[in-house]
């Protein structure tokens, strides 16, 4: 894509669609390619810590929600469900395995917060990213390690 | 010590230890995290293995040596 066609797009509609669906920002702006490895990645983190919590980790009532809404759609609509699945299953609040799980729930929604900052500032600063891959393959001074 | 260092990496390679699954998670922070700053996919594998790796072995170091300590003192 274009940095033309880039700027016509908005960076803030990029930030709440990959809030909305994990990637579905870097889709809105093109990188389509990035946006399925996030949507599969986040999403499949999300899912398999859930699943790991036996669907009971997800729980709004707990700090870890915080972060866990940082995956945005998919967190909001598991969310029922784990409460759901709370009252009906007797929920092991000690299991390595469930609290792995929490874990894996909450960087799957702090990883969406990076892909979404990604997102963001490739429509609000079109070409930055392309000009620091060029420094650091000429050799040149880079910002990041 | 051999003995101590002998049974901390039985416990580390046992199937029935949890961390086998700080794996998978690791490695797909690796993965979002080096494709939020790298554009090519070789770019992105290879820096991501170098990503896996360097942390992987900084927490196993970091796991014996707070072994090491909780055993000494």
Redesign the interface.
């Known amino acids: 894509m274009t940095d033309g066609a880039a700027s016509l797009r908005s960076p803030v509609a990029a930030l709440v669609l990959a809030w909305i669906f994990p990637g579905a920002g870097h889709a809105y702006a093109g990188q389509r390619?990035?946006a399925v490895?996030?949507a599969v990645?986040?999403t499949?983190?999300l899912v398999?810590g859930f699943a790991?919590g036996r669907g009971t980790n997800l729980l709004p009532n707990e700090w870890w929600f915080a972060p866990q809404l940082g995956a945005g759609g998919p967190a909001a609509l598991l969310t029922p469900l784990s409460q759901y699945l709370a009252v009906r299953r007797p929920v092991d609040w000690a299991s390595?395995?469930r609290e792995?799980g929490t874990?894996?729930t909450a960087?799957a929604g702090l990883?969406n917060l990076?892909?979404m900052m990604?997102a963001y500032v490739l429509l609000a600063y079109p070409g930055e990213?392309?000009e620091r891959?060029r420094a650091r393959e000429t050799g040149g001074k880079t910002d990041?390690a | 010590m051999l003995d101590a260092l002998s049974h901390f990496f039985r416990s580390l390679v046992s199937l029935h230890n949890p961390l086998w699954f700080f794996y998978p998670l690791l490695a797909v922070i690796a993965v979002v995290y080096k494709a939020t700053k790298f554009d090519k996919p070789k770019d992105i594998a290879l820096s991501s293995i170098h990503f896996f790796v360097s942390v992987a072995l900084g927490m196993l170091a970091l796991g014996l040596a707070f072994y090491l300590v909780s055993i000494l003192f």
Do not use: R, S, T
């Open positions: 390619g990035k490895l996030f990645l986040i499949g983190l398999a790991m390595p395995v792995i874990l894996y960087i990883l990076l892909v990604d990213k392309q891959e990041d």
